[in-house]
């Protein structure tokens, strides 16, 4: 009898479900982002908030001024229907990337930032490409993600303009007391000395001054000039610390501390993200162990 009953019932309903199913909205296809390396990608994602795939091209810990992109990185980024990239000559190697991919929009996300020259090497006279380390900045690359995001996926603008909006509050949040912090540093503790000059616009926004041994990866490992500089400007003005960066040798580094009878202050993030479990998972993090170690040293 119930079996009866329930034949019965499926059907008289199964029209009325079926017409249903039909006259449900098809789902909208999401957006596919790439970028060029790890950390625009993360900023991307606060932005997106979910609504969006977002898929970095270099892997994390690589060293995106030298990158050699593979097949795997062609197989990921396929299907993009923008690309998020750096701009200021950091990616040497994207535009024989990107011909491979077709005819996929291309956002510069520095744009606006107030260039810093590279002083000395290859390089001499470019702008730095490392303009993601300073906050001021950082807020213009948000700006430009949310307004790159709501331009290719219009129905979800309002949303990616709310992400960013409190993204940035957490960045502001975060980073601008140590920036007040480092900017009431005494005068003789604002030295920033690294292996590679990728400071420029983190120093300009603390206050601090800037010394390094060469002013981008891609110029080498320090020659003797460099190294006999900054060891003496060291000595000249008593300067205690010098750090290196997480994706380089810090042989360099630790020999100059050796030298001068400074510390050797660790490692400084800043060309990449870590793995998940790592210790700079995503910008913000980078942005504040970074900010936090040179802080702790300098105060010393």
Same mark, same amino acid.
């Given at each position: 009898?119930?079996?009866?009953?329930?034949? !019965?019932?499926?059907?008289?309903?199964?029209?009325?479900?079926?017409? %249903?199913?039909?006259?449900?909205?098809?789902?909208?296809?999401?957006?596919?982002?790439?970028?060029?390396?790890?950390?625009?990608?993360?900023?991307?994602?606060?932005?997106? #908030?979910?609504?969006? +795939?977002?898929?970095?091209?270099?892997?994390?810990? %690589?060293?995106?001024?030298?990158?050699?992109?593979?097949?795997?990185?062609?197989?990921?980024?396929?299907?993009?229907?923008?690309?998020?990239?750096?701009?200021?000559?950091?990616?040497?190697?994207?535009?024989?990337?990107?011909a491979k991919l077709g005819d996929v929009p291309v956002v510069v996300v520095s744009e606006g930032v107030k260039p810093?020259?590279?002083?000395?090497? +290859?390089?001499?006279?470019?702008?730095?490409?490392?303009?993601?380390?300073?906050?001021?900045?950082?807020?213009?690359?948000?700006?430009?993600?949310?307004?790159?995001?709501? !331009?290719?996926?219009?129905?979800?603008?309002?949303?990616?303009?709310?992400?960013?909006?409190?993204?940035?509050?957490?960045?502001?949040?975060?980073?601008?007391?140590?920036?007040?912090?480092?900017?009431?540093?005494?005068?003789?503790?604002?030295?920033?000395?690294?292996?590679?000059?990728?400071?420029?616009?983190?120093?300009?926004?603390?206050?601090?001054?800037?010394?390094?041994?060469?002013?981008?990866?891609?110029?080498?490992?320090?020659?003797?000039?460099?190294?006999?500089?900054?060891?003496?400007?060291?000595?000249?003005?008593?300067?205690?610390?010098?750090?290196?960066?997480?994706?380089?040798?810090?042989?360099?580094?630790?020999?100059?501390?050796?030298?001068? +009878?400074?510390?050797?202050? #660790?490692?400084?993030?800043?060309?990449?993200?870590?793995?998940?479990?790592?210790?700079?998972?995503?910008?913000?993090?980078?942005?504040?162990?970074?900010?936090?170690?040179?802080?702790?040293?300098?105060?010393?």
């Open positions: 009898m119930i079996q009866a009953l329930t034949r !019965t019932l499926i059907r008289s309903t199964l029209p009325f479900l079926l017409a %249903a199913s039909f006259a449900l909205p098809a789902q909208a296809e999401r957006l596919k982002i790439a970028t060029t390396f790890t950390i625009i990608a993360d900023m991307a994602r606060n932005v997106a #908030g979910g609504l969006a +795939d977002v898929e970095s091209i270099t892997r994390p810990g %690589a060293d995106i001024h030298n990158y050699q992109p593979t097949a795997g990185d062609m197989i990921r980024s396929s299907g993009a229907d923008l690309i998020l990239a750096n701009g200021m000559n950091l990616e040497a190697w994207f535009q024989q990337f990107t810093i020259a590279i002083t000395g090497g +290859d390089y001499d006279g470019r702008p730095n490409p490392h303009a993601w380390m300073a906050l001021d900045s950082a807020l213009i690359y948000i700006d430009n993600i949310a307004g790159a995001l709501a !331009t290719a996926d219009p129905a979800n603008a309002t949303a990616y303009l709310a992400n960013a909006a409190r993204y940035k509050q957490r960045i502001e949040g975060t980073i601008g007391p140590l920036r007040d912090a480092a900017r009431a540093l005494p005068p003789d503790r604002r030295w920033l000395v690294t292996s590679e000059g990728a400071f420029s616009y983190l120093a300009r926004d603390f206050g601090l001054n800037e010394l390094f041994l060469w002013p981008i990866n891609a110029d080498g490992q320090g020659t003797p000039q460099q190294i006999r500089r900054v060891i003496d400007t060291m000595h000249k003005d008593a300067i205690p610390v010098i750090f290196s960066e997480s994706t380089i040798s810090d042989r360099p580094a630790r020999a100059i501390a050796a030298e001068t +009878d400074a510390r050797y202050g #660790g490692q400084l993030y800043v060309d990449s993200l870590s793995e998940s479990d790592g210790p700079v998972p995503s910008y913000l993090d980078l942005l504040r162990v970074t900010t936090e170690t040179i802080l702790t040293e300098l105060a010393i």
